[in-house]
């Protein structure tokens, strides 16, 4: 019987790790702390890190990031599809476990998400920076 399961595709361990690792690489070479969450396509976090000196904020803020950007936008992309239209904001800002703040980003593999990154404890403009240096690195696995 077709139609009773379904498979999904969803981010592998070593592809969270590598984002992690060139997320780090690219806020150390800024001179940045910050953390860094890699999220399923279920919203389960899958990989984790907080560089020494990072605001404990961003913790809680960057799982979050990610989560929202499971909708296939960047959450700064996400706000402000969002800004037009009051009741569909508030009810996203409301939401658990997501945030509009900037810094998080789907990740896709052939044009399908299968997870998400969220990037933050640095400026807007400087935690997008690194969560999108961190996807060039997954240019290795395709």
Known sequence: MSGLTF???????AAALTLIDRAVAK?????????????DIDGMLKA??????????A???VPAKA???LMGLSTEELAEALSDNQANLLSMVTMKDVTLLGGGLPI???DRIIG???????????????AE????ALSAFD
Do not use: N
Not at 49 to 54: A, F, L, N, P, S
């Open 108 to 110: 896709r593999s052939a």
């Open 116 to 130: 998400a990154i969220g990037v933050g404890g640095a400026l807007t403009e400087e935690d997008v920076a690194i």
């Open 48 to 57: 984790f890190h907080r560089m020494d000196g990072t605001p404990v904020i």
């Open 7 to 13: 498979t999904t595709e969803s981010i592998s361990s």
């Open 67 to 69: 989560r929202a950007a």
């Open 27 to 39: 806020a150390s070479e800024k001179g940045l702390a910050v953390a860094i969450a890699v999220v």
């Open 59 to 61: 913790v809680d803020a």
């Open 133 to 136: 240096a961190a996807l060039a």
